[in-house]
């Protein structure tokens, strides 16, 4: 198994930029892909982007690509999510979530962090 932290979500205003952290327990982080994901007020979740176990290739969804980064250290046994030229629209809870190789789904999930972004 792996348990999820993430860091690093705040107030910024429309334009700024934030980095997501979210940490992984273990040592088998490197077995699992990773995603984001965020939820607004009323919504339901959406996904954001995904990481390989190594790191490559990456995929974001359109909405964001060009502005939204996901990475990934294993030796630190975190992946980022680095967001520029962010939109009040952007404001949501951001969790991240780990996918075993060959699996359909994310299995683990972590608490998420709040990102508001203002006007």
């Known amino acids: 198994q792996v348990q999820l932290v993430e860091s690093g979500g705040g107030l910024v205003q429309a334009g700024g930029s934030l980095r997501l952290s979210c940490a992984a327990s273990?040592?088998?982080?490197?077995?699992?892909?990773m995603g984001w994901f965020r939820q607004a007020p009323g919504k339901e979740r959406e996904f954001v982007a995904a990481?390989?176990?190594?790191?490559?290739?990456?995929y974001s969804v359109d909405i964001v690509k060009g502005r939204f980064t996901i990475s990934r250290d294993n030796d630190k046994n975190t992946v980022y999510l680095q967001m520029n030229s962010l939109k009040p629209e952007d404001t949501a809870v951001y969790s991240c979530?780990?996918?075993?190789?060959?699996?359909?789904?994310?299995?683990?999930w972590g608490q998420g962090t709040q990102v508001t972004v203002s006007s």
């Open positions: 979530a780990a996918r075993s190789s060959g699996s359909l789904r994310y299995t683990y």
């Open positions: 990481i390989s176990r190594s790191g490559g290739p990456t």
């Open positions: 273990g040592r088998t982080f490197s077995s699992y892909a």
